[in-house]
């Protein structure tokens, strides 16, 4: 199994460029998420998805699009770059929804987002 | 509304010598509460959970934490730091509210150095 994987590894966008950040799973898990990491305040969640075609907002929501196609991707898309996201952005996943609190989150390597 | 602190964003400890990383939480109903470990230029990995059975929590590569419901505290211990042990770790805290959706809930993360 490869687990959680993230395409790019690294990106720089111009202010007001749009990107899509890929993640995929293949451990048929229901749910998974998009977190984003700044200095000094851990990971805020993004958006998360219970489920295929079932997506919902996270903390930090604004300027982000997610969709749930399928079981195992789960793009992350920048619709219109600011500076404010630059940031590290992780993806995430686990077995249910339900069993969130007892549930590990898998998380994939990380993209580094750098907007000018 | 849960909430985690952790009281040293940085520690250093001789290699060899124990490991004490603090962790304090607020939460309104029952906890669940993670510690996940980050190498530099990893995902997050996790090291250990308490889901309200034993509250001394053993997890991989010899930490180890204690759920202190008076006090609030799920701090990770380690009897003699490596030099592996150095990273950046993350306690999380995932409750469940009535008619709500759990959330995970991160703190802004310890530096552990290990000094050789």
């Known amino acids: 199994n490869a687990g959680v994987t993230q395409t790019p590894k690294f990106q720089v966008l111009k202010t007001g460029q749009s990107m899509t950040l890929q993640c995929a799973q293949d451990?048929?898990?229901?749910?998974m998420s998009w977190y984003r990491q700044d200095p000094g305040m851990g990971l805020r969640l993004i958006h998360y998805s219970v489920g295929a075609g079932i997506t919902d907002q996270g903390e930090v929501p604004n300027g982000y699009n997610v969709s749930r196609s399928t079981t195992e991707d789960f793009p992350l898309r920048l619709l219109s770059a600011a500076p404010s996201q630059t940031s590290v952005y992780f993806c995430?996943?686990?077995?249910?929804?339900?069993?969130?609190?007892?549930?590990?989150?898998?998380f994939g390597p990380g993209t580094r987002l750098t907007v000018l | 509304a849960q909430s985690v602190t952790q009281l040293d964003s940085h520690v250093s400890v001789s290699e060899g010598t124990p490991v004490l990383l603090r962790c304090n939480y607020s939460?309104?109903?029952?906890?669940?509460l993670f510690w996940y470990v980050q190498h530099p230029n990893k995902g997050l990995q996790l090291l250990l959970k308490?889901?309200?059975?034993?509250?001394l929590v053993k997890g991989i590569n010899g930490f180890e934490a204690e759920f202190k419901k008076s006090e609030t505290s799920f701090h990770l211990t380690k009897p003699s730091a490596h030099m592996s042990d150095a990273a950046e770790y993350f306690c999380?805290?995932?409750?469940?509210?009535?008619?709500?959706?759990?959330?995970?809930?991160f703190g802004t993360g310890t530096r552990l150095t290990i000094i050789p």
């Open positions: 995430a996943s686990s077995y249910s929804s339900r069993g969130l609190r007892a549930n590990e989150q898998f």
């Open positions: 308490y889901t309200s059975a034993a509250t």
């Open positions: 451990m048929n898990h229901e749910y």
């Open positions: 999380v805290v995932s409750d469940l509210a009535p008619f709500g959706n759990e959330k995970l809930t």
């Open positions: 939460s309104s109903y029952s906890p669940s």
